[in-house]
């Protein structure tokens, strides 16, 4: 038995109705239906963690998306196990919005759509996809497969992840200690870490200054890697050149933040990539059934690492 779990109404329907869609009849429940107690695992997004410990059979934290850090991993450790969505589809999703988001840069249309208000006829040259220099922060499950593509198209691209990995066409560096001479190679800097007391407001001025100047950050990570008052202040001294931003310390973004309305910021509403709902309910079903034959789970979460 799946009990759906989240404080967000939004994301609470969402569960509901891709468990009524695509589950079968009674293998889910809402966690004040009587069936609650006989649940195994929980769907989450930003649950109540309190009411889950009441539930007495549950064993399983199950994430609705790749990230995890909407969960209190305190409570969790020692007590549940904890999965995740791992999936071909979101993959490629997130594989398309950067492209996407490369383009925007190396094409100039982020110039393009300043001259239009202001009337100006101006063709800046085409550059390659060699010519681009593409820096990715994270080489997990998301990071590693993009930062292939990408460099199947020809983009020069580098990694940057906790410990060393070696990935085709990609130079990879490792570590605080390589950090820096990552971010050196960085003209667009993409950010998939996850979020952890380590990756909290890395994107801060301490890194922005040690790319190149003129840089572009895509950030579609999460909103907390974000130092959105050090990222104002280099899009004003021309450290930066621009920002796209698919997530935020508090989504909704609240209406009066100077985000908005920044010049050289592009934003999205976190749709950089989402699993189908259909394989969300699959995973989460196919963990359950696991875990009741007491075989091994899918994508486990490591809870001393955080993600
Ligand atoms: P993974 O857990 O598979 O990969 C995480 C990567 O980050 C790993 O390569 C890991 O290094 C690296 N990393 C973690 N901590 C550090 C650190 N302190 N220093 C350097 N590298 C570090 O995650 P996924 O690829 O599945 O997803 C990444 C994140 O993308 C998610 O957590 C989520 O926040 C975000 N996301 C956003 C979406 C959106 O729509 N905006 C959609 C999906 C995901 P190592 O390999 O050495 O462990
Ligand atoms: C996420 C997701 O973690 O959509 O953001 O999977």
Redesign the pocket.
Known sequence: MIVIASTKPYAQKMLLDAFQAFAPENSFCLPDDACATQATTAACWFPDMDQLESLPDLQLIHSM?????HLDLKKIEYKYQLC?I?DAH?KQ??LN?LHWGILYYQRCFDLYAHNQQQQIWHQYSQLSEHDVKVGI????????FVAQKLANYGYQISG??????SIESVTCY???AQ?EQFLSQSQILIN?????T??RH?LSNKTFEKLPKGAAVIN???GAHLNSNDLLACLQSGQLRGAIL??FEQEPLIPEHPLWTTQNVLITP??????PLKVVVEQILENDKRLINRQPLMNV?NLQ?G?
């Open positions: 998306g790749a990230g995890v850090e995740r791992v979101h999703g997130m919005y922060m994270g080489l997990g499950e998301i990071g590693s940057w992840s906790k410990s060393s990995k490792s570590g605080e950090f998939l870490l996850p979020l952890t380590e990756t890395i579609s990570g999460r698919d997530v976190h749709v950089a990539s989402h699993a979460v690492r993600y």
